[in-house]
Each structure stands twice: as structure tokens, then as C-alpha cells.
């Protein structure tokens, strides 16, 4: 381990090793430093990855059984457990040795152990058998990620009470399921377990699921779920779980005060994630973290430390490719780089479920708390040729539109794909393109990438697919 480095970049995730790649890429020395053995963090190895390859399998199972309304009927799909968790993690293994390669190529000493400052330019790492070594360094990237919200409630010490970590690791499909918590995370491994044939309810104790989306892009997965999990329960919470021989019986108390109950095999709680804050040695530093132990940065992700950054989870960006560019930005300040700060005016929302929803930039709902006057134009699947051959034509792709210099402030997509779609409109926002920019481009046809096209159009009620009278 190299002694004296420019830069230790604490944590290997798409934050830290985007840092670290970038850093080294503009003749830093780097050390990036992570507990586990294989780079990539909790996104690659234990999130985002694995549970969207078990997404597509989820999809593949969705649409042999829809097949049957085309013409094309498939018998009962044999599931092999083994198989596809050892697929699973095949898809793992290549991207994190991938990793590996490129971080080779680039010279960057990877250190596995546990990092904590012992001054603002000092860390003591704790590797294997406890091995403890000193590493000076100028700057340092704190990008330790988070780790699933533990309730109370449900810390009873069994097996039958999962978090999001514990669920990728499909060690067995339970006949019933509890999701405690309405948000992506939580309701894209609902859909996982329901196309693997698990009787799936969610208990969301806001008023409705995926919270910080708007309503009219969450009714058509609503709709969706409702007609594939066995119950969708909103303005209701778990008051109380006991462990029995069948299961776990939990009792609900709905908004009104009203108490019931319901016995399920497993739990998969998914109320929210924790940043990895606390045992690092901050307190030797002067790095400032708040009540809720996010850690505290300025537009160049510079903490109170000048010489410590930090980056993703642990300040409250709870994204991996909005780390990545958080990471890149203190990479560059790090190399000495002006005019450079992390000032998006658009970070896309996406949630894998199916349908997809996707948003970016200002949402109607967030336009209304602000009472900030806007038009909102909306292009239905159901007129979109594309959305219409593949029987998946619920979508909607939906402009927030600044009535009055017709810039397009938001873009917010529910459908098949919408993931893929929304960086069009990431990139309208970040430009300032105009309502007239997206109708006058010509988009492919049959797409659903034309939807967007065809909202502008709406805008000018110029749609030809939709009738919508010409606005003022």
C-alpha cells in the first residue's frame, strides 16, 4: 500500500469508484479503500444491479403468460432457484472484475479494509485479521454509501423479516409476502417475488405509493399491481409483528384508527436507507454531519475539511448516477480544475417497476406546492403505434412547460421503457429547450421515443394522433 497519496477515496461504489477513475485519469495518485473485497459497493454488488437482472427474468415470466391473449400459449415456467441465483451473480461477477481491470489500467491501489481518519489527512486502515495500516494523504472522498433503515418493529432476529439486501439473495419464494414500504425499492422486489409466484401486498403509510412521483404517472402502475399483487394497502401502518410457527402475524392500523390483521410467511421491510457516517472518525476532523448523519457539503462537494469531500448516500444523494457526477465534480476540484460545482437542473427519477415511471427536473405536483404557474401537456400510449403492437400501450409521457417562455421545465414518463425514454428529457431541461424544439424533431416511427414529440405537439395542439385544441 502506497503511503503517501493525492487522493483515498473511501468506499467503492458508482460514487467512489467513478472518483477514483476520474481522479487517476487526471494524474492523481489514487487509493481507493472499501471493506469488501470486490469494487462496485452496494449498487453493483447487493442493488441495482442484481435486482434488475432479476427484474428481466421478471418481465420474461410477465410476458410468456400475457402471450397467451396474442395467440402464443407457454406451459407453467419450471423455476430453478439455483440457476438463477447463480446467473444473477454471474452478472455481478463480470462487472465487478471488470472494475477491477480498469482499475489496474489506471494504477489505482485497491485496499480492502475499514477506513477512519485519525486527522484531516491521515487514515488508519483496518484490513484482513485485523492488520492495521497508516495512509497520508492531501485529499480524501468519503463515498461509504448507506445501509437499510432498521425499525424497531421489526427487529425481532428472524429469518422471516428481510431488508433489500437479504431479498436479492432469493434464498427461497415464500407463498405470502409483506412489503412494508410503497417506494421503488420495495415495489420493484414485490414484483420480483409476485412473477416468481409469491402472493405479494404492499403497506405504504403514505397516502399512496411511490410518493415522490406525481398521481397521474403512479395510476397506471397502480392499476397494474393491483391486478398482480394480492392487496395495496395506503394510510396504513404496522403497529405491532409477532413471530409464529406459520409465519409472522402482523396487525395494521389504517388511517381511520381501524385495527386488523394478517398472518404472512416473510417480511421484506423497505422503509428507507442510513447513511454510513458513523464509525469513520469524523469527530478527529472538522467535517460537520447533521441530525439525521449526512454528511455536510457545498457545491463542489467539499465538507467543512477543505481537504474532505464527500460524495452519494452519506450526503443525502441517494442515486448512483447522480454519485457518479458528484464524484467526477470533486475529482476535478481535487486536480485543481475552476468553474466547476455540482449545479444539475435535472437529475432523472427512474423506478423499475412495471410499467417504469420516470421524471425529471420540476414535477406538476411540486409546481402546485410552489405555486408556480405552468402547462402541462400529456400524450396518452394509447394513440402511440409502438406502445400498441407491444399490448402495453397504458403509458403516458407528460411536459411541464413554463406557459409563458414555453421552456420545458419538467418531463415526466409512465410506460414500458420509460427509464430509457426520460434522458431526452433530461437533456431538454439541462439545455432549456422550448416546447417547439421537441416537436420540431423529428423522432423515429413507430417509437415510444416519439411520444415526447407528440406531447410537445399536444402543447401546440398540433398533435395529429390526439385531439387537442390549439392552447390560447
Not at 29 to 55: F, N, Q, T, Y
Not at 151 to 169: E, H, K, N, W
Not at 442 to 449: A, C, G, M, N, V
Amino acid at each position: 500500500m502506497a503511503e503517501n497519496i493525492q487522493l483515498a477515496v473511501i468506499g467503492s461504489g458508482p460514487g467512489g469508484y467513478v472518483a477514483a477513475f476520474k481522479a487517476a485519469d487526471l494524474g492523481l495518485s489514487v487509493a481507493l479503500i472499501d471493506i469488501d473485497a470486490e469494487l462496485g459497493g452496494v449498487c453493483l454488488i447487493r442493488g441495482c444491479i442484481p435486482s434488475k437482472a432479476l427484474l428481466h427474468v421478471a418481465r420474461l415470466l410477465n410476458e410468456a403468460r400475457e402471450a397467451g391473449a396474442w395467440g402464443v400459449s407457454y406451459g407453467e415456467p419450471d423455476i430453478d432457484l439455483s440457476k438463477l441465483n447463480g446467473w444473477k451473480d454471474s452478472v455481478v461477477g463480470k462487472m465487478t472484475g471488470g472494475l477491477r481491470q480498469l482499475a489496474r489500467a489506471r494504477k489505482i491501489t485497491c485496499i480492502e479494509g475499514r477506513a477512519t481518519f485519525i486527522d484531516a489527512h491521515t487514515l488508519r486502515v483496518t484490513g484482513a485479521a485485523d492488520a492495521v495500516q497508516e495512509l497520508s494523504f492531501e485529499h480524501a472522498i468519503i463515498a461509504t454509501g448507506s445501509r437499510p433503515t432498521v425499525i424497531p418493529t421489526f427487529d425481532i432476529g428472524s429469518d422471516r423479516v428481510m431488508d433489500s439486501t437479504s431479498a436479492l439473495a432469493l434464498r427461497h419464494l415464500p407463498k405470502r409476502l409483506l412489503v412494508v414500504g410503497g417506494g421503488a425499492i420495495g415495489l420493484e422486489l414485490g414484483t420480483v417475488y409476485a412473477a416468481l409466484g409469491t402472493e405479494v401486498s404492499v403497506v405504504e403509510m403514505l397516502p399512496g405509493i411511490i410518493p415522490p412521483a406525481d398521481r397521474d404517472l403512479v395510476a397506471p402502475l397502480q392499476r397494474r399491481l393491483e391486478g398482480t399483487f394480492e392487496r395495496i394497502m395506503v394510510n396504513t401502518i404496522v403497529s405491532q409483528i409477532s413471530e409464529k410457527s406459520d409465519g409472522v402475524d402482523v396487525q395494521f392500523e389504517d388511517a381511520d384508527g381501524n385495527y386488523f390483521s394478517d398472518t404472512y410467511e416473510t417480511l421484506l421491510v423497505s422503509v428507507g436507507r442510513t447513511p454510513n457516517s458513523q464509525g469513520l472518525g469524523l469527530e478527529n476532523t472538522g467535517v460537520e454531519v447533521d441530525e439525521k448523519g449526512y454528511v455536510q457539503v457545498d457545491v463542489h462537494r467539499r465538507t467543512a475539511e477543505s481537504s474532505i469531500f464527500a460524495i452519494g448516500d452519506v450526503i443525502g444523494s441517494a442515486l448512483a448516477h447522480t454519485a457518479s457526477h458528484e464524484g467526477t465534480v470533486a475529482a476535478e476540484v481535487i486536480a485543481g480544475h475552476d468553474k466547476v460545482a455540482f449545479e444539475p437542473n435535472a437529475i432523472p427519477n427512474v423506478v423499475y417497476t412495471d410499467p417504469e415511471i420516470a421524471w425529471c427536473g420540476l414535477t406538476e405536483e411540486e409546481a402546485k406546492r410552489q405555486s408556480q404557474p405552468v402547462a402541462v401537456s400529456r400524450f396518452p400510449w394509447a394513440a402511440s403505434g409502438k406502445a400498441t403492437t407491444a399490448d402495453r400501450n397504458e403509458g403516458i409521457t407528460k411536459l411541464i412547460v413554463d406557459p409563458d417562455s414555453e421552456r420545458i421545465l419538467g418531463v415526466g414518463i409512465v410506460g414500458v421503457s420509460a427509464g430509457d425514454l426520460i434522458s431526452e428529457g433530461v437533456l431538454a431541461v439541462e439545455m432549456g429547450a422550448l416546447a417547439s424544439d421537441l416537436q420540431l424533431t423529428i423522432h423515429p416511427h413507430p417509437t415510444l421515443s416519439e411520444t415526447v414529440m407528440e406531447a410537445a405537439e399536444a402543447f401546440y395542439g398540433q398533435s395529429p394522433h390526439i385531439y387537442a385544441p390549439k392552447r390560447g
